[in-house]
């Protein structure tokens, strides 16, 4: 999607941006995400990055092999994964009921390299993006991607889940639209979300989602099946 701003690398971000823990979210350079905002603290943090100009929320998924209560935290506040991806806020709508309908367009990746203690109900951090300087060049990689691979996986996937897909607008995808937008749709969980998120280019990402879903596949093949004594 369009962005009325052009962010060329990591110096046109700012170092500290608000987060949005939410599992099994995965935003990726270029992807879009709807949300449905309704808690009081993230309404608020939408007004302020609204107010604020840049636009921009920071979407972070909590890792659950550090709980919160493990570690004595609150609840509320889980301990967070170090890598996420921040998005800019392009589609706003009012819902008439106190909720806002968004949409966020990813930008880049970025590394956490240290929790803010703020007055805000939300959460905010201050990230470093240079370590993804690569996410500001679009579709780099592409011609690395095996492309028949992932159709294959998506294929195996459709048929064995009864599901139908539009290919002739998938035939039309660029490669990292299309793997992009397969990893964010897939309903693999959290770490397997995390995993993608973190690959360090388009073609490790492709790699990484058609071995998830062939381990998927695979399992969903032996279900009732006996087991071996």
Known sequence: MPMNADYRGPIDLPATIPVFPLPGAL????GQMPLNIF????LAMIDDALRDGHRLIGMIQPDPAHGSQALGGPADKPPLYKTGCVGRITQLAESG??????ELTGVARFRVEEELAVSTAYRQCRVTFAPFADDFVARKGENEV???AVLRALAAFMKANDLKADWED?????NEALVNALAMMSPYGPPEKQAMLEAPDLKTR???LVAITEIELAKKNTEGEPQLQ
Do not use: T
Not at 27 to 30: S, T, Y
Not at 97 to 102: A, H, V
Not at 170 to 174: H, L, Q, S, V
């Open 170 to 174: 998938i035939d039309k995808a660029p």
């Open 206 to 208: 492709a790699e990484i």
């Open 97 to 102: 009921d106190g909720r806002y309908l968004i």
């Open 146 to 148: 095996d492309r028949k």
């Open 27 to 30: 935003l990726l350079p270029r």
């Open 39 to 42: 808690e009081p603290r993230y």
